[in-house]
T-cell receptor
Framework: EAGVVQSPRYKIIEKKQPVAFWCNPISGHNTLYWYRQNLGQGPELLIRYENEEAVDDSQLPKDRFSAERLKGVDSTLKIQPAELGDSAVYLC?????????????FGPGTRLTVL | AQSVTQPDIHITVSEGASLELRCNYSYGATPYLFWYVQSPGQGLQLLLKYFSGDTLVQGIKGFEAEFKRSQSSFNLRKPSVHWSDAAEYFCAVGQYNNNDMRFGAGTRLTVKP
C-alpha cells in the first residue's frame, strides 16, 4: 500500500513569490493534516481536514497561507507571498479518522527554502 | 494546553550500548503519548504509543517506553542500539478525539561504531 505522497520534495523560491505543495493521503484516510517543521523543532499543526472540511485551522496564518482539499482526497497548501521565515519542511499526514487514538501516517515532506 | 519537553538536543551512544531518551509532558488529564522517529529526508514513523493500561509499552524496532505519571515522563529506551537507529526522535502528547497533538523539539541520536 502506498504511503502519503507529497510533491515537490524540495522547492527554492525568492521571497514574495507564491508556492504550492501537494499531498495525496493514504487511500481511505478521511483525516488529513498539514504540519510545518522549522529547523531543530518538532512539527506544528497548521490545518486539519475531516473529509473536505477544515475542522482546525487555528494555527494557519491566513493572511498568506491557504489550503484546500477538494473532493476530500488530495490537498494543496499554498503560500502567497512567501517570506524568509516560511523556510521550513512542510509535512502532510493522514489518518483513518480524527482523534489521537488513530495513528497519523506522515509523508516525506517538502523542504521549502525562501531566499 | 499540553506541551512536551525533550531535555536532550543531541545524544551520542556507542553501537551496542543501551539508550534512554527523555520526555516530559505537561497536561492536566491522562495524556495520549507517542514516540516518533524521523530519518534524514523521511517523514515521521510511529515507534510506539500509550493510551492506558500497562505503563510499559513495547514498540517497533526493539524500542520500549515507560509512562510515569508521578514524574510526568514517557522515556524511550532500547537495550542495545544499532547503527541504523541514528535519527531524530520526537515525543508527542495528544488528547483523545482532539488532534491538537504537540511535539517536542526532538533529540538527535548519533551512534558511534
Amino acid at each position: 500500500e502506498a504511503g502519503v505522497v507529497q510533491s515537490p520534495r524540495y522547492k527554492i523560491i525568492e521571497k514574495k513569490q507564491p508556492v504550492a505543495f501537494w499531498c495525496n493521503p493514504i487511500s481511505g484516510h478521511n483525516t488529513l493534516y498539514w504540519y510545518r517543521q522549522n529547523l531543530g523543532q518538532g512539527p506544528e499543526l497548521l490545518i486539519r481536514y475531516e473529509n473536505e472540511e477544515a475542522v482546525d485551522d487555528s494555527q494557519l496564518p491566513k493572511d498568506r497561507f491557504s489550503a484546500e482539499r477538494l473532493k476530500g482526497v488530495d490537498s494543496t497548501l499554498k503560500i502567497q507571498p512567501a517570506e524568509l521565515g516560511d523556510s521550513a519542511v512542510y509535512l502532510c499526514a493522514s489518518s483513518q479518522d480524527g482523534g489521537s487514538y488513530n495513528e497519523q501516517f506522515f509523508g516525506p515532506g517538502t523542504r521549502l527554502t525562501v531566499l | 494546553a499540553q506541551s512536551v519537553t525533550q531535555p536532550d538536543i543531541h545524544i551520542t551512544v556507542s553501537e551496542g550500548a543501551s539508550l534512554e531518551l527523555r520526555c516530559n509532558y505537561s497536561y492536566g488529564a491522562t495524556p495520549y503519548l507517542f514516540w516518533y522517529v524521523q530519518s534524514p529526508g523521511q517523514g515521521l514513523q510511529l515507534l510506539l504509543k500509550y493510551f492506558s493500561g500497562d505503563t510499559l509499552v513495547q514498540g517497533i524496532k526493539g524500542f520500549e517506553a515507560e509512562f510515569k505519571r508521578s514524574q510526568s515522563s514517557f522515556n524511550l529506551r532500547k537495550p542495545s542500539v544499532h547503527w541504523s537507529d541514528a535519527a531524530e526522535y520526537f515525543c508527542a502528547v495528544g488528547q483523545y478525539n482532539n488532534n491538537d497533538m504537540r511535539f517536542g523539539a526532538g533529540t538527535r541520536l548519533t551512534v558511534k561504531p
